[in-house]
């Protein structure tokens, strides 16, 4: 890399900047950056502007609306193609997540809950390498946030409910048989732990990995095209071909980080809740 | 050049460089989303789910005792067929001895039967023969009789003094009997 490149990659980088002209001739590396998460599509760079990742939202609502109610209006003893396949993801969300986590005794009621969480997660984080559309939407932060608020006050009326009453239920939080002087320490740790670590490790771990790995491809796909349009010579133009299949590799790492997301933050919601029905800590 | 872009993209409206900050509209997007597939998802898919399964379960609790009776059925028949065979080889075998009996003894009394028959037939024409026998033998005595009768009439009525034209008449009227000249007739009719 030249040390003109390197410097603009560096700068923009750290700046997000638009195209500039390059003095030297020839257009300037525009590394891709935070702003390429913001893409409104009505009312423009506005807070209340109707973005793209929230058409997504939208229409990944209405494929799993659609595709689960159509799938499972007419449901056979023994299963059919789309049945099956239906049966496999609601089975896996079921017994894998729920019922082995949450427990047999309690874990009916929050199938809902826990089937909308990780297709939700699943659909939007496949929407990252799915042709046309090509944008995880969880990384846009307000969608974690959202589904990491419903988790939250969940499990917290819950817990509420099951130890009947904020004093018990605080007092549960510490666990039974400890040290006097070790349940201040502890009470402060918990405390933290159910308000405030909780919620902030769920929405940031599923935004983080969506962005990150959004990032990732953005950079050695963007920067593969650059090195091989722009780059000059053999040998960075054989960099921007080697970017580019390696992006390819990505994307299939990608697949993996976004089905293991999904997985990831449904489990971690049913364990919060598990933790919330619970009779003891 | 940095700052100058950091000033840059906020002003206009949202804040490019906070990633980590919510985009209202999404926020709001977001819950409206959740909450409509939360509410497809627990007024439609989970409950017709989880009929499914239950109905499945029971399908399955339901097949196995119904496989279960359908062996015992099978059993059962296997048995009955088997005492059935016992029985029906029982039987064939008495029907068997049964037969074998009944021949000798139809065999057995044929024969007393053909023997008794022959010895009926033997005494029915020994009786015949007895009793021609004894027509003839009575027939014979009376013709006897009459011939004797007749021969001493007429060797009475001719003159015996002489033997041996005595001895002629006699000899004559045997010739003459052979030869069918003298008719019989009854003496005593």
């Known amino acids: ?34 702003s390429d998460f913001f893409w ?41 193609k789309r049945q099956f396949l239906v049966e496999q993801v609601y089975g896996f969300v079921r017994n894998t997540i729920a019922k082995d986590v949450i427990g047999t005794k309690d874990f009916q009621r929050f199938l809902p809950l826990l089937f909308t969480l990780f297709t939700m997660v699943l659909v939007n984080n496949l929407f990252g ?8 939407t969880m990384s846009r932060i307000a969608f974690p946030i959202v589904l990491t608020l419903v988790v939250y006050v969940v499990y917290h009326v819950v817990g509420l409910k099951a130890k009947g009453g904020v004093i018990p239920y605080i007092k549960s939080m510490v666990p039974p048989g400890l040290p006097g002087w070790v349940i201040p320490l502890m009470f402060v740790l918990e405390l933290a732990t159910y308000f405030v670590i909780r919620p902030v490790t769920l929405a ?47 994307t299939f790492f990608e697949l993996l980080v976004e089905f293991l997301q999904a997985f990831v933050f449904t489990i971690l919601a049913a364990l919060y809740l598990a933790d919330a029905v619970s009779e003891e800590h | ?40 998802y627990k007024t439609k898919v989970v409950p017709s789910l989880e009929k499914m399964y239950e109905e499945r379960t029971a399908a399955i609790e339901g097949g196995i005792s119904k496989a279960e009776e359908a062996q015992a ?77 007749d021969l001493a009439s007429r060797i009475v009525g001719e003159s015996l003094e002489d033997e041996t034209r005595q001895k002629g008449i006699v000899e004559r009227f045997l010739s003459e009997l052979e030869a069918g000249e003298i008719k019989p007739e009854r003496v005593d009719s």
């Open chain 2, 73 to 149: 059925q099978a059993q059962a028949a296997l048995d009955q067929y088997n005492a059935q065979l016992q029985e029906a080889r029982t039987e064939a075998s008495t029907i068997r001895e049964d037969a074998k009996a009944q021949g000798a003894a139809i065999v057995a009394e044929l024969r007393e039967k053909a023997q008794a028959e022959a010895g009926r037939i033997t005494e029915a024409a020994q009786k015949t023969i007895e009793a021609e026998r004894q027509a003839a033998l009575v027939q014979l005595r009376g013709e006897v009789g009459r011939l004797s009768t």
């Open chain 1, 1 to 34: 890399m030249s040390p003109t490149v390197l410097s603009s990659l560096s700068t923009h980088l750290l700046s997000g900047a638009l195209p500039a002209a390059d003095g030297g001739g020839g257009t300037s590396f525009v590394s891709p950056g935070v």
């Open chain 1, 129 to 136: 390498i799915i042709p046309l559309v090509q944008f995880p």
């Open chain 1, 40 to 80: 409104p599509l009505i009312g423009g760079d506005s807070n209340w502007a109707f973005t793209r990742p929230s058409a997504v939202l939208l229409i990944s609502v209405g494929i799993l609306g659609w595709f689960f109610i159509a799938a499972t209006r007419k449901l056979t003893v023994v299963p059919g």
């Open chain 1, 204 to 250: 940031l771990r599923l935004f983080g990995n969506m962005f990150a790995g959004h990032l990732l491809l953005l950079v050695f796909i963007v920067g593969g095209e650059y090195l091989l349009l722009h780059g000059g010579n053999i040998g960075l133009g054989a960099a921007g071909i080697a970017s580019g299949l390696f992006s390819i590799v990505m």
């Open chain 2, 1 to 40: 050049m940095v700052l100058a872009s950091v000033v840059a993209a906020t002003t206009p409206g949202w804040p490019d460089q906070l990633p980590l900050l919510p985009h209202p509209a999404e926020l709001i997007v977001g819950v409206i989303s959740f909450g409509i597939l939360y509410w497809l």
